[in-house]
């Protein structure tokens, strides 16, 4: 597995959609990391959903994995995703927030109480009748977060049928981009996905989503 991006303190991997973070067996995405990268000692900092592809932060010594762990804790790495959705959305753009409790059936779901919200900012562009793209950049860094919200909007992300998402070949998620300052080094890393045949037909308008 090859980074997309590579510095002393860390590397960006490019994480497959359906695929988890962890796995009982050994078979999660950072097992494989750590298998293909026999001569480092990895450090999780951070974590995508199994439908999730994208970028994924992964620290290469203890004190990078401390400090970066802090910087997704106060909010000082600016993550950027984008979804796609068949359903037309209550609200176009702007900010969603709002608790998030875990339902008797495992899921979670967004309430309208502020206590410890779940925060995110959101814009979307129509590409046809039944297919709008989204732009989500997460303040907080809650389970689930951005397919509840999603959901919570009326437009569940296309595949994720776990919130009530139309059935697809995968789930169409995927973190675009980082960006976050290190020890006064600007670090900015975009990839566009990899995989999905609905992104893939997209490519011209994913690829100016960092811009917005």
């Not at 009982?24 to 990391?33: K, V």
């Not at 992964?58 to 068949?86: C, H, P, W």
């Not at 495992?106 to 919200?117: A, I, V, Y």
């Amino acid at each position: 597995m090859t980074p997309v991006f590579e510095h002393e303190d860390f590397f960006v991997f490019d994480k497959p959609a359906d695929v988890s973070f962890h796995s009982e067996n050994g078979t999660g995405f950072f097992a494989q990391l750590q298998t293909a990268h026999p001569r480092e000692t990895l450090f999780p900092v951070h974590r995508l959903d199994r439908i999730t592809s994208g970028l994924l932060l992964v620290a290469r010594n203890k004190s990078a994995a401390s400090e970066l762990g802090q910087m997704f804790e106060s909010r000082r790495i600016q993550k950027t995703y984008i979804a796609l959705t068949d359903k037309t959305p209550s609200k176009k753009q702007g900010t969603i927030t709002g608790d998030m409790e875990r339902t008797r059936d495992g899921n979670w779901k967004l309430l309208r109480s502020r206590e410890n919200p779940a925060i995110t900012r959101f814009s979307s562009r129509s590409i046809s009748s039944n297919l709008r793209l989204f732009i989500l950049k997460p303040q907080t860094g809650r389970t689930h977060q951005l397919r509840v919200m999603m959901k919570a909007l009326g437009s569940p992300i296309i595949g994720d049928e776990r919130y009530g998402g139309t059935p697809a070949e995968r789930g169409y998620l995927h973190a675009l981009q980082l960006a976050f300052d290190w020890r006064g080094e600007n670090i900015v890393v975009h990839n566009m996905p990899s995989s999905g045949n609905l992104f893939q037909t997209l490519a011209d308008y994913i690829d100016h989503t960092h811009d917005a």
